[in-house]
């Protein structure tokens, strides 16, 4: 079934970086030709060092939309950093009283999987208004994409390359590579049993993706996974020949699994992205025609 239908109020919410300079007017205008009701946090215009307001102010703005039962879902307005230290003002047991998606991308990884782990709370990766909207024309894959998961009642998406031939079915989680290890030894990480991991990242040197990658396998359950989904890492320099290449290191992450793997999938830090569901039970097939998700 659909998300969302026409009419419907939905959340604007900013659990990391705030407005800055930036103007609302694309966000206001995109969801208006949407057909739906934005209704903004009150601390999205707030200002704390980097973020927009302090972690109890940017949390209890969060708490008070999953509250409002006329909200439908809620976006993140955009990304940056500092989503990780408001986890713990969250109010879990009225969120899981009052599930609603979230949309997000990069530094809503936290949020999002922070939710998934806490309450089931379902996502969306792919989508920021500010990312996508201001100064530009959205991209028409997210625009196509954000409108399927909102208002259609079933999905597939065709992307990606078969490293693995395979099918699974399980719950999506991850998102940002670093911002997903930012939980590590936390109650926010969510438990990978049974799940697909989906991962991408941005301007990030080799040799710490590699690391990374190492580091997130060394997590509990990761022999556990049903399938891996690897985005795109945008712009992630090679200091030293040794390091290797983004092909290197997913190549030495992957070898060994016997899950479904499927890499160069549309997803991360570039323009025209796919928008994953998290949290909600997704199919995917790998095959070495095609690789599709359907939910």
Same mark, same amino acid.
């Given at each position: 079934?659909?998300?969302?239908?026409?009419?419907?109020?939905?959340?604007?919410?900013?659990?990391?970086?705030?407005?800055?300079?930036?103007?609302?007017?694309?966000?206001?205008?995109?969801?208006?030709?949407?057909?739906?009701?934005?209704?903004?946090?009150?601390?999205?215009?707030?200002?704390?060092?980097?973020?927009?307001?302090?972690?109890?102010?940017?949390?209890?703005?969060?708490?008070?939309?999953?509250?409002?039962?006329?909200?439908?879902?809620?976006?993140?307005?955009?990304? $940056?950093?500092?989503?990780?230290?408001?986890?713990?003002?969250?109010?879990?047991?009225? /969120?899981?009283?009052?599930?609603?998606?979230?949309?997000?991308?990069?530094?809503?990884?936290?949020?999002?999987?922070?939710?998934?782990?806490?309450? #089931?709370?379902?996502?969306?990766?792919?989508?920021?208004?500010?990312?996508?909207?201001?100064?530009?024309?959205?991209?028409?894959?997210? =625009?196509?994409?954000?409108?399927?998961?909102?208002?259609?009642?079933?999905?597939?998406?065709?992307?990606?390359?078969? #490293?693995?031939?395979?099918?699974?079915?399980?719950?999506?989680?991850?998102?940002?590579?670093?911002?997903?290890?930012?939980?590590?030894?936390?109650?926010?990480?969510?438990?990978?049993?049974?799940?697909?991991?989906?991962?991408? =990242?941005?301007?990030?040197?080799?040799?710490?993706?590699?690391?990374?990658?190492?580091?997130?396998?060394?997590?509990?359950?990761?022999?556990?996974?049903?399938?891996?989904?690897?985005? #795109?890492?945008?712009?992630?320099?090679?200091?030293?020949?040794?390091?290797?290449?983004?092909? =290197?290191? /997913?190549?030495?992450?992957?070898?060994?699994?016997?899950?479904?793997?499927?890499?160069?999938?549309?997803? $991360?830090?570039?323009?025209?992205?796919?928008?994953?569901?998290?949290? /909600?039970?997704?199919?995917?097939?790998?095959?070495?025609?095609?690789?599709?998700?359907?939910?």
């Amino acid at each position: 079934m659909s998300i969302l239908n026409k009419g419907d109020k939905v959340g604007i919410i900013a659990p990391s970086v705030g407005l800055k300079d930036k103007d609302l007017a694309p966000t206001i205008n995109y969801f208006k030709k949407l057909n739906l009701t934005p209704v903004f946090a009150d601390n999205i215009k707030k200002a704390y060092r980097y973020m927009a307001g302090s972690d109890k102010e940017r949390a209890e703005a969060v708490n008070k939309l999953f509250k409002d039962t006329s909200v439908k879902a809620l976006f993140c307005l955009r990304g $940056g950093a500092g989503a990780t230290r408001m986890l713990s003002f969250l109010d879990y047991k009225l /969120i899981k009283n009052n599930k609603k998606p979230i949309f997000g991308l990069s530094d809503s990884t936290a949020l999002q999987n922070a939710l998934i782990a806490k309450c #089931q709370n379902p996502s969306f990766t792919g989508f920021l208004p500010l990312y996508d909207l201001n100064d530009k024309i959205i991209n028409p894959l997210v =625009d196509n994409s954000l409108k399927n998961c909102l208002f259609e009642n079933s999905h597939t998406i065709t992307s990606g390359i078969c #490293q693995h031939k395979g099918s699974a079915t399980g719950e999506i989680v991850g998102g940002c590579l670093s911002v997903l290890l930012y939980l590590c030894g936390t109650p926010y990480f969510p438990d990978l049993k049974d799940k697909i991991l989906i991962l991408e =990242d941005i301007e990030e040197k080799t040799y710490k993706i590699d690391l990374m990658l190492n580091q997130l396998k060394q997590q509990k359950n990761f022999n556990k996974l049903k399938g891996i989904i690897i985005g #795109q890492f945008t712009d992630c320099p090679i200091i030293d020949k040794e390091d290797g290449t983004i092909e =290197d290191c /997913i190549n030495d992450f992957v070898k060994d699994l016997t899950i479904p793997v499927v890499t160069d999938f549309a997803y $991360g830090h570039i323009p025209a992205r796919h928008i994953v569901p998290l949290g /909600i039970k997704t199919t995917l097939k790998a095959t070495d025609k095609t690789c599709t998700l359907s939910w």
